[in-house]
């Protein structure tokens, strides 16, 4: 069945660096825009960033832009997230997310990681 | 950015209630509106896209309506498994937003 499998969290002090990777099965990867999108304890859900089938476009939230690096591995089925600089409103649980359809509709959804910045 | 706004916050609700969520975007979005059902510690489901579309294996009793700048999300008559958050998104335009979330409790 089609499946994504988020992995890669942790505890992690401010300022330091996480990678988060998604591997996914079920479906042909490498057509489809992939995602992250994060949501705070307690909070919301929040779009991070998003990558289009080959890797060649990339895009971000204004909050992450310059310290989150979205990319993909078409050969390995998986999706990655490297985040820098990280801070205590990064503290999120992370998901990864296939993007289907012409409307740009969101599913499946990975488990999701969660991420703690904390000293 | 769009303004994904929803209404009301919360609401309490019986079983077999009909319950209407409502979700307004601060400009057009055509159809690019999509509703997801969220329950504690798990990931959110996608339950109707395109504004009006029932996502394969969700139930009859879900229903989404609108277009442009106001859309609804429709329980026909409420179930146990209903209680949850609910949520729209739109993607029409990056950054792709949320509503802030509607939690819906058992009355």
């Known amino acids: 069945q089609v499946q994504l499998v988020d992995s890669g969290g942790g505890v992690v002090q401010p300022g330091g660096s996480l990678r988060l990777s998604c591997t996914a099965s079920g479906f042909t990867f490498s057509l489809y825009a992939m995602h992250w999108v994060r949501q705070a304890p307690g909070k919301g859900l929040e779009w991070v960033s998003s990558i289009i089938y080959d890797g060649s476009n990339k895009y971000y939230a204004d909050s992450v832009k310059g310290r989150f690096t979205i990319s993909r591995d078409n050969s390995k089925d998986t999706l990655y997230l490297h985040m820098d600089s990280l801070t205590a409103e990064d503290t999120a649980v992370y998901y990864c997310v296939r993007q289907a359809g012409g409307i740009n509709w969101f599913d499946p959804w990975g488990q999701g990681a969660l991420v703690t910045v904390s000293s | 950015d769009i303004q994904m706004t929803q209404s009301p916050s919360s609401l309490s609700a019986s079983l077999g209630d009909r319950v209407v969520i409502t979700c307004r975007a601060s400009?057009?979005?055509?159809?690019?509106l999509n509703w997801f059902q969220q329950k504690p510690g798990k990931a959110p489901k996608l339950l109707i896209y395109g504004a009006s579309s029932l996502q394969s294996g969700v139930p009859s009793r879900f229903s989404g309506g609108g277009s442009g700048t106001e859309f609804t999300l429709t329980i026909s008559s409420l179930q146990p498994e209903d209680y949850a958050t609910y949520y729209c998104?739109?993607?029409?335009?990056?950054?792709?937003?949320f509503g802030q979330g509607t939690r819906l409790d058992i009355k």
């Open positions: 400009q057009g979005i055509t159809n690019y």
């Open positions: 998104q739109q993607t029409y335009i990056k950054p792709i937003t």
